[in-house]
């Protein structure tokens, strides 16, 4: 998917997320395609999605005092609505996490999952923005002004007061519809902000 930041590469098994950054995977030449002396491949840059490790790091940047983890959920209902407008996507961080990908990670330190919490207020922001960022040239204008997510603003002057001007414009009916949906996803156990709280076995 699309984002601001680069290219979500997601893993099929447990919904992580990898973002790219504007790099590609190779992706070979069709029949036909290829002329002599040429590589096999259509884009000639490689992708290291990282490791386990790479993942528990970042992870471990996210630990509350408690020794809990916080996380923008990518298996959000949010997520799923939005596709390239998600929150989410507006970071600097280079993995997006679910609750299963969580999970799997964290077993191989022999720690488990003790306790999934959902954050409602977060979590209604973030459906909130998400919404809003359909409508947009740039992501999280106004979250990222108050310092709430990352801001990825418009290449253009006029983009970004067009941004805000739709902001405003969108803010009331966007949050009419934002807080029901939230509401119903983290019945749902998809809501967008998570708390999760890890133990040592």
Not at 29 to 47: M, N, Q, T, V, Y
Not at 90 to 96: A, C, L, P
Request: glycine share 12%.
């Amino acid at each position: 998917m699309p984002v601001g930041t680069g290219i979500a590469h997601r893993c099929e098994a447990c919904g992580l997320a990898v973002l790219s950054h504007g790099e590609k995977f190779f992706f070979p030449k069709r029949a036909g395609e290829r002329k002599p002396g040429e590589s096999g491949l259509k884009i000639e840059f490689s992708f290291d999605p990282g490791s386990t490790a790479d993942v528990l790091a970042e992870l471990d940047l996210d630990r509350a005092g408690d020794g809990s983890i916080e996380f923008e959920n990518r298996d959000s209902l949010a997520c799923s609505l939005t596709g390239g407008a998600w929150t989410g996507l507006g970071t600097s961080r280079r993995y997006r996490i679910t609750p299963k990908a969580l999970t799997d990670a964290i077993a191989t330190r022999d720690q488990i999952v003790t306790e999934t919490r959902f954050r409602p207020l977060r979590g209604i922001a973030a459906m909130w923005q998400s919404g809003i960022n359909m409508f947009t040239f740039g992501q999280n204008i106004v979250l990222g002004s108050l310092g709430k997510a990352e801001k990825v603003a418009a290449d253009h002057g006029w983009k970004r007061g067009l941004d805000w001007f739709i902001s405003v414009v969108l803010a009331i009916p966007a949050i009419v519809i934002a807080a029901p949906l939230e509401l119903v996803a983290i019945g749902f156990r998809k809501g967008s902000s998570v708390r999760a709280g890890i133990q040592v076995l």
